[in-house]
């Protein structure tokens, strides 16, 4: 039986809805809908893109034309890695905002995808440039650097989307940390060779088994405010102000000496638990003798 609204005019025909419509509008929400930490993951991903676009113009060209802004240009230096900063604070808030409100089923492959343009291609080309414009680098032995640096990072997230670890930790650096302390060790404008040799320990450490905390609670406050007060060296550095050499090279340095910390404290810590249950097993089978 049809009911018909005693308003609706009575030439109004009822259109037929097609299956395939209906079955496309029903999986619209699901597979197409954006929610706000998917916004954030896309923010992530837009930030990266543009620190390779401002390494590019901003130091590469210059560089490739014999330009008077021949290279590392400060402020496109400075700008390219405040552009990863904000990628990682959109990182910090998209899990965030995920566990507290929803992600779409869309929101782990966005994070990958988007983690890898940030953290794995971006410090990666910075890499690459740097081996460019640098004076006493070696441009190939730099490309060779910049694939490890990249191919670490792709590893590392298609690792993280298979294995299962314990709440609360990450196994290998975070790629976020790692991409910071990679761009790190090129500003700070070492000799070459430890420049190299720091760049693939870092590559190392993010497909390394060592476990790293994960952001949360009170870390998580404290990385915000490290990833701001980093900004703001980068800009002093930038403009050139008075200490704005010293404070970048004191940046620079605590992210290495962080990066380089953190694995020795979870390796000593590692190796507590084992001699805490070594001795454990003995006094238990001590006990069970008559």
Known sequence: ???????????????????????????????????????????????????????????????????????????????????????????????????????????????????????????????????????????????????????????RLARFSCVTVRDGVFQGMPSPFGALTVVSIVLLELPFVPTLLAIIGTAWLMVSRVEYPKPRGILAVAMLSWIVGAMGMLAAWAFDAPAGQLLLQMGCVLQVVLGAVIPLFATARRVNTFRGNRRESREARTAQLP
């Open 1 to 155: 039986m049809t009911v018909i609204d005693p308003e609706t005019p009575a030439n109004w025909v009822a259109e037929p809805e097609d299956d395939e419509t209906r079955e496309e509008t029903e999986d619209m929400p699901l597979s197409l809908r954006l929610s706000i930490a998917d916004t954030l993951t896309l923010g992530n991903a837009t930030c990266g893109f543009m620190a390779v676009y401002f390494t590019t113009t901003g130091i590469l060209i210059p560089h490739l034309t014999g330009s008077d802004e021949s290279g590392m240009a400060r402020h496109s230096a400075a700008t390219a890695v405040i552009l990863m900063l904000c990628a990682a604070v959109f990182d910090l808030f998209d899990g965030l905002v995920a566990r507290k409100l929803r992600s779409s089923p869309m929101g782990a492959e966005l994070d990958n995808l988007s983690d890898l343009i940030s953290f794995g291609l971006a410090p990666a080309y910075f890499v690459l440039v740097y081996g460019m414009v640098a004076d006493d680098a070696h441009q190939r032995v730099s490309a060779v650097a910049a694939i490890v640096v990249l191919l670490a990072v792709v590893l």
